[in-house]
């Protein structure tokens, strides 16, 4: 009896300390999981923040909040609340985390891409209005403003007058030649920029478009090297009323500096118009200035009947959709110049009177 005893009190012994063992590891795997928990919710919170635009310093305010709904809610987990880091620097370290992590995302299943589309970023202000079409109608409506100031600047002067304000301009022959070239430059820089828009545009019609306004530059320029204002309307008008007197030739410069800087902005079409006329006019292109890695494809193409009715059908932007995939090379060629671009021109950035 004696000997079992010590035999039982060492068994007891064993078994509290396993029990003290287990409350531990128990306690350990609480705190491990709260703590995963709350770094988990200062992620989601964090991205909540970024993606709403807000301060990185609400982390802070919300973490009070949330800290006040426990102490209502559920006393007993204010610690666990308690335990979210919120700090403006933590929110800065976990919305740099995220971007990191799904820059290396993109990079990676990027990586197989045969094609990238490019897209604009058609950010928000504080109200929520696009930005970028706000831009947008803001610059097409500028050749409607200047024309409208333009119709009304004896009225505009007279309400100045009024106003004691100085009219000196108003009475300024040169500044008012410079303003009536400025109207319908800029009605033809907004036409353009017009036919450049829409959802349906393929960078082809963009490409034709562009080199039809750079022809009708050089025109212009000879133009109004011999006076001729033709599709300058408003200062044509000006200019007879001022008599022989007037002369726009000086105007000719600055079509001159508009049609550099358009060769300098579209430099890159002039190196892709080989593929752009294989784009568009596949059926009718010459073998011969066709790619030789294509050569075979583009045959095989325009000898099918059906392919050309479908060309013929949907379209240039609409073709490739119908492409075997066992015409590789064309259909690579094809999601390459497909993607749809908007290009937004700034007569500021063009031309300077």
């Known amino acids: 009896m004696s000997s079992s005893k010590p035999s039982l009190m060492r068994q007891e012994k064993l078994k509290e300390f396993k029990l003290g063992m287990k409350k531990q590891q128990f306690m350990f795997t609480k705190v491990s999981q709260e703590s995963e928990a709350a770094v988990h919710a200062s992620y989601v919170l964090s991205e909540m923040i970024a993606k709403h635009s807000k301060p990185f310093t609400e982390g802070d305010f919300i973490k009070e909040c949330l800290i006040k709904a426990a102490e209502i809610v559920c006393p007993g987990s204010v610690k666990t609340f308690q ?42 202000d504080i109200g929520g209005v696009a930005q970028l079409a706000d831009t947008e109608v803001r610059w097409l409506s500028c050749s409607k403003v200047l024309k409208q100031f333009w119709d009304l600047k004896v009225e505009i002067c007279q309400f100045l007058i009024t ?32 036919k450049l828009q829409g959802k349906d545009q393929i960078i082809t019609n963009m490409c034709d478009q562009v080199n039809a306004f750079k022809c009708k530059l050089v025109l212009w320029e000879k133009q109004l090297k011999n006076e001729d204002l033709m599709h300058f309307p408003t200062c044509n008008m000006y200019k007879s009323s001022l008599g022989e007197t007037a002369s726009c030739q000086k105007y000719a410069e600055k079509i001159l500096s508009l049609t550099n800087e358009f060769e300098t902005r579209f430099s890159d079409f002039k190196s ?45 932007s609409e073709f490739c959709k119908y492409l075997p995939a066992r015409f590789e090379n064309t259909r690579k060629l094809a999601y390459k110049l497909c993607p749809c671009l908007e290009v937004l021109i700034g007569a500021s950035s063009y031309f300077h009177l």
């Open 83 to 124: 335990a979210i880091s919120l700090s403006r620097n933590t929110v800065v370290e976990r919305v740099t985390d995220m971007a990191r992590n799904l820059n290396d995302q993109i990079k990676e299943k990027s990586s197989c891409f045969e094609a990238f589309s490019i897209a604009c970023d058609e950010s928000t």
């Open 272 to 316: 892709l118009e080989g593929k752009f006329t294989l784009f568009s006019s596949i059926f009718s292109i010459n073998i011969e200035s066709v790619p030789n890695h294509m050569q075979m494809e583009v045959i095989d193409i325009q000898c099918d009947s059906d392919l050309k009715a479908k060309f013929i059908e949907v379209g240039v």
């Open 163 to 194: 106003k004691n304000q100085d009219i000196t301009l108003f009475s300024d022959q040169v500044w008012l030649q410079d303003f009536s070239f400025m109207v319908d430059i800029t009605k033809h820089l907004s036409d353009l920029n017009l």
